[in-house]
């Protein structure tokens, strides 16, 4: 079967699309014929090195497709169930890949294969983003950073679903046009306007969380758009990691909540990872939350996709075809 294979840490040129054995599925494990194969920030870090994995090796955690084989000892699946899963193990990027059964939930017959490839991962963690970490609730006043791109899009319908003041940042015009087609009550270009004092104006004090996924260039702004016991939450490195932070300025700054979570932790047994995705497939069926069309490359051009994302010159989500 093709994959795409790294030999090295570094830019998108050290992505190979490789011919290597099929695999078989162990005695827990599932195997997974994709159909599309979902492509996230993190499978960059992978990549380059900030998140560190044994060399040689595959990437990507998120796909769906249908199980085309199973262990002895699965129970939860069978040959021919439409699935999806975005925890890996490692080598998504791949016609076929090998899951344990744990790590994997029944796709509905309502969402798409390319719906849940360009939303599972990034869904999943607006789920626990908004329902977990911080529990938005009907007046809080939220910021959401990066609101046209893959989580931000979802967030942000999720959010207003909820009954939030959504404050959205983006990059440029046209994604400031996505965040308000999204129902976003305030946007803010990054860039143009100081975003603390903006969301101080907006709110009259500050916004109870911020949802930062940007990292190094939004980091001190986002601390200083909160209210007193607002949260500061850290869960991406887009522009690279967030500076140290001294734990004395978060009682300088208000009392402020910081933390930094990551969704397998939030997933990390059957019970959470089912009930996580079964209220994301939820809103996606009722129609709160739409997904929009992800772009589409073909696996042998996952190095473009990399380029593309990491340029921020995408909206939204983007898949992989086999």
């Known amino acids: 079967m093709k994959a795409i294979r790294i030999e090295q840490n570094g830019g998108p040129d050290v992505m190979r699309l490789d011919e290597i054995a099929t695999p078989e599925p162990g005695a827990n494990e599932v195997r997974v014929r994709h159909h599309a194969i979902g492509v996230n920030f993190i499978d960059t870090y992978h990549r380059s090195g900030l998140y560190r994995n044994p060399l040689p090796t595959g990437l990507g955690l998120e796909a769906?497709?249908?199980?085309?084989?199973?262990?002895?000892?699965?129970?939860?699946?069978?040959?021919?169930?439409?699935?999806?899963?975005?925890?890996?193990?490692?080598?998504?990027?791949?016609?076929?890949?090998?899951?344990?059964?744990?790590?994997?939930?029944?796709?509905?017959?309502?969402?798409?294969?390319?719906?849940?490839?360009?939303?599972?991962?990034?869904?999943?963690?607006?789920?626990?983003?908004?329902?977990?970490?911080?529990?938005v609730e009907r007046g809080h006043a939220v910021v959401i950073h990066a609101a046209a791109g893959g989580v931000g899009q979802i967030a942000t319908q999720w959010a207003k679903h909820l009954g939030a003041l959504v404050i959205a940042v983006v990059g440029s015009d046209?994604?400031?046009?996505?965040?308000?087609?999204?129902?976003?009550?305030?946007?803010?270009?990054?860039?143009?306007?100081?975003?603390?004092?903006?969301?101080?104006?907006?709110?009259?004090?500050?916004?109870?969380v911020v949802y930062d996924g940007v990292g190094k260039d939004t980091f001190a702004a986002s601390l200083d758009a909160l209210r007193p016991l607002g949260m500061m939450v850290s869960y991406g490195?887009?522009?690279?990691?967030?500076?140290?932070?001294?734990?004395?300025?978060?009682?300088?700054?208000?009392?402020?909540?910081?933390?930094?979570?990551?969704?397998?932790h939030y997933t990390a047994t059957i019970e959470q990872l089912d009930e996580t995705a079964a209220d994301l497939f939820g809103v996606i069926a009722s129609g709160a939350v739409k997904i929009a069309p992800p772009t589409r490359y073909a696996l042998a051009d996952a190095a473009q996709a990399h380029r593309d994302l990491e340029a921020r010159k995408t909206t939204g989500s983007l898949v992989l075809t086999p």
């Open 64 to 135: 769906a497709g249908v199980v085309d084989a199973i262990g002895a000892n699965v129970t939860r699946f069978k040959a021919g169930d439409r699935v999806a899963y975005c925890s890996g193990p490692i080598g998504a990027y791949a016609e076929t890949h090998v899951v344990n059964e744990a790590k994997a939930v029944k796709l509905p017959d309502a969402v798409s294969f390319d719906d849940a490839a360009a939303s599972m991962l990034k869904g999943m963690t607006g789920r626990y983003l908004l329902r977990k970490t911080f529990r």
């Open 174 to 208: 046209a994604k400031a046009e996505i965040a308000r087609a999204l129902g976003a009550d305030h946007v803010i270009v990054q860039g143009r306007e100081d975003i603390a004092q903006r969301v101080r104006e907006i709110t009259g004090g500050g916004a109870h």
């Open 237 to 264: 490195n887009a522009s690279g990691a967030p500076p140290d932070i001294h734990p004395l300025t978060l009682s300088q700054k208000g009392s402020l909540f910081l933390t930094r979570p990551t969704l397998f």
